[in-house]
């Protein structure tokens, strides 16, 4: 059958090249970053540390990419729930994860069932922070120093305890290494959460507990608590003339951090963007102020020095948490 052959009209004629001229531009268009609004998974109740992150960096975000930015909050299972979720999700940069370090330095070594690498399945896209970690005891312990604290409990083996927010918590991990490296001996009282454990150990029902400032201070400064160390490898710009545990153990340190996310295999141009405006919304003075009343001294790295601390951290925490036999129920 003959092809039939049908003559463009003159309008057709002229916009032929038109078309073809603008063919490029919509495909940058179509390729643009970001195309539509950016959802931040917080994989924490409401109200936690990594929430207020979230919430205190949409606004900014938004501004500066020209797109809403939401806030979902998916918990459970130490973080796995609402990280899944990102790490199924497009590449594409409009779905990205605020999360805590335990979840991708911890949580391998202290579940059977993981549904994803904490590593391996994410595109590291900002480090955010890092948390000031204190080691409070009750003021009826007789010591102001950990030196002090040490030889005590040394001279009552097993007679103290130590408070967590449950196996396998940070504060869990803090206590355990530090009974580990100092040859001590204590009974770990596990709570379902660190409300309970902090009100316990201010009660004396406990005499040790290693979290958060945000949990410690108030208590601390009120005089219920007593304040030894912080548990980070330098002393904090929010508390500098508290020392380390470090000073006291060499080689102590537990510095619990806060980052941004993607899902694995984003283009690195999409990376690159959202590390600078985070970069420059985190450093802003209201914001530092902000998270420095809450206990979180802000960062400002590259993507691949925080791949590289998420890499390390999950060797050296697998590596603890398999030694001292601890695990975890994600449920």
Same mark, same amino acid.
């Not at 940058?28 to 959802?39: C, K, N, V, Y």
């Not at 791949?307 to 975890?328: F, S, V």
């Given at each position: 059958?003959?092809?039939?052959?049908?003559?463009?009209?003159?309008?057709? #004629?002229? =916009?032929?090249?038109?078309?073809?001229?603008?063919?490029?531009?919509?495909?940058?268009?179509? +390729?643009?970053?970001?195309?539509?609004?950016?959802? &931040?998974?917080?994989?924490?109740?409401?109200?936690?540390?990594?929430? &207020?992150?979230?919430?205190?960096?949409?606004?900014? %975000?938004?501004?500066?990419? +020209?797109?809403?930015?939401?806030?979902?909050?998916?918990?459970?299972?130490?973080?796995?729930?609402?990280? =899944?979720?990102?790490a199924?999700?497009?590449?594409? +940069?409009?779905? &990205?994860?605020?999360?805590?370090?335990?979840?991708?330095?911890?949580?391998?070594?202290?579940?059977?069932?993981?549904?994803?690498?904490?590593?391996e399945?994410?595109?590291?896209?900002?480090?955010?922070?890092?948390?000031?970690?204190?080691?409070?005891?009750?003021?009826?312990?007789?010591?102001?120093?950990? =030196?002090?604290?040490?030889?005590?409990?040394?001279?009552?083996?097993?007679?103290?305890?130590?408070?967590?927010?449950?196996?396998?918590?940070?504060?869990?991990?803090?206590?355990?290494?530090?009974?580990?490296?100092? +040859?001590?001996?204590?009974?770990?009282?596990?709570?379902?959460?660190?409300?309970?454990a902090?009100?316990?150990?201010?009660?004396?029902?406990?005499?040790?507990?290693?979290?958060?400032?945000?949990?410690?201070?108030?208590?601390?400064? #009120?005089?219920?608590?007593?304040?030894?160390?912080?548990?980070?490898?330098?002393?904090?710009?929010?508390?500098?003339?508290v020392p380390?545990?470090?000073?006291? %153990?060499?080689?102590?340190?537990?510095?619990?951090?806060?980052?941004?996310?993607?899902?694995?295999g984003?283009?690195?141009?999409?990376?690159?963007?959202?590390?600078?405006?985070?970069?420059?919304?985190?450093m802003?003075?209201?914001?530092?102020?902000?998270?420095?009343?809450?206990?979180?001294?802000?960062?400002?790295?590259?993507?691949?020095?925080?791949?590289?601390l998420?890499?390390?951290?999950?060797?050296?925490?697998?590596?603890?948490?398999?030694?001292?036999?601890?695990?975890?129920d994600?449920?």
């Amino acid at each position: 059958m003959p092809t039939t052959l049908i003559a463009p009209t003159r309008r057709a #004629a002229l =916009a032929a090249p038109l078309a073809a001229a603008l063919l490029p531009l919509a495909g940058r268009a179509q +390729g643009a970053f970001p195309s539509r609004p950016i959802t &931040i998974m917080v994989p924490w109740a409401p109200g936690g540390t990594t929430d &207020i992150l979230a919430r205190t960096l949409a606004e900014p %975000l938004r501004l500066a990419l +020209g797109q809403p930015v939401l806030i979902e909050n998916r918990s459970g299972a130490s973080g796995n729930i609402g990280s =899944a979720v990102v790490a199924r999700a497009a590449p594409d +940069g409009h779905s &990205i994860l605020f999360n805590a370090m335990n979840t991708h330095a911890m949580n391998h070594a202290l579940m059977k069932d993981m549904p994803f690498d904490g590593v391996e399945d994410f595109s590291p896209i900002a480090l955010l922070g890092h948390a000031l970690n204190t080691m409070v005891i009750h003021p009826s312990v007789p010591a102001r120093t950990v =030196a002090e604290f040490i030889a005590h409990v040394r001279a009552n083996p097993g007679r103290l305890s130590y408070a967590s927010a449950g196996a396998g918590s940070a504060n869990h991990l803090c206590a355990a290494i530090f009974l580990q490296m100092a +040859g001590l001996d204590m009974v770990h009282v596990p709570y379902r959460g660190g409300a309970p454990a902090v009100l316990d150990t201010v009660a004396g029902q406990v005499q040790l507990f290693f979290s958060a400032a945000t949990q410690t201070l108030p208590h601390v400064n #009120a005089g219920r608590l007593r304040l030894l160390a912080v548990t980070e490898g330098r002393r904090s710009a929010l508390l500098p003339d508290v020392p380390t545990v470090g000073e006291t %153990l060499p080689g102590y340190e537990l510095a619990v951090w806060y980052g941004a996310l993607g899902p694995r295999g984003m283009p690195a141009a999409v990376v690159a963007r959202l590390n600078a405006e985070l970069n420059r919304a985190i450093m802003q003075t209201e914001v530092k102020d902000r998270m420095a009343a809450i206990g979180v001294e802000v960062a400002n790295d590259t993507p691949e020095a925080f791949g590289a601390l998420m890499r390390a951290d999950a060797a050296r925490w697998g590596r603890a948490i398999r030694d001292l036999g601890i695990t975890a129920d994600a449920t």
